[in-house]
Nanobody, 126 residues
Framework: HVQLVESGGGSVQAGGSLRLSCAASGYTYNRNCMAWFRQAPGKEREGVAAIMILGATTYYADSVKGRFTISRDNGKNTLTLQMNRLEPEDTAKYYC????????????????????WGQGTQVTVS
């Protein structure tokens, strides 16, 4: 079992920045692929960014490339999403996900199977 808890969401003005964090606990072995997703009411879930925990290789959706940065702190088992130049279209609930026995999802051309999800943190851009 892996537990993921997101934090850092809030309300910001367009053009502003926000940093989201994801704390991972439990059995995190073999969870090298981690990612951020987002979903707005009435819209499909969208993969935002993915990262290889060990190698730090990153992948981004075209909609956020150049504005968002995904990173990790392996020692603290945390995942971060730095969001800059936010737009109203970025408004959504953001979820942290980890590799596991679930559906294979591709982000920025790289595919991982995700089996663990956090409860999400709301980001609102006005």
């Amino acid at each position: 079992h892996v537990q993921l808890v997101e934090s850092g969401g809030g309300s910001v003005q367009a053009g502003g920045s926000l940093r989201l964090s994801c704390a991972a606990s439990g059995y995190t072995y073999n969870r090298n692929c981690m990612a951020w997703f987002r979903q707005a009411p009435g819209k499909e879930r969208e993969g935002v960014a993915a990262i290889m925990i060990l190698g730090a290789t990153t992948y981004y959706a075209d909609s956020v490339k150049g504005r968002f940065t995904i990173s990790r702190d392996n020692g603290k088992n945390t995942l971060t999403l730095q969001m800059n130049r936010l737009e109203p279209e970025d408004t959504a609930k953001y979820y942290c996900a980890a590799e596991g026995a679930g559906e294979k999802i591709c982000i920025g051309g790289y595919c991982c199977r995700f089996g663990y999800w956090g409860q999400g943190t709301q980001v609102t851009v006005s």
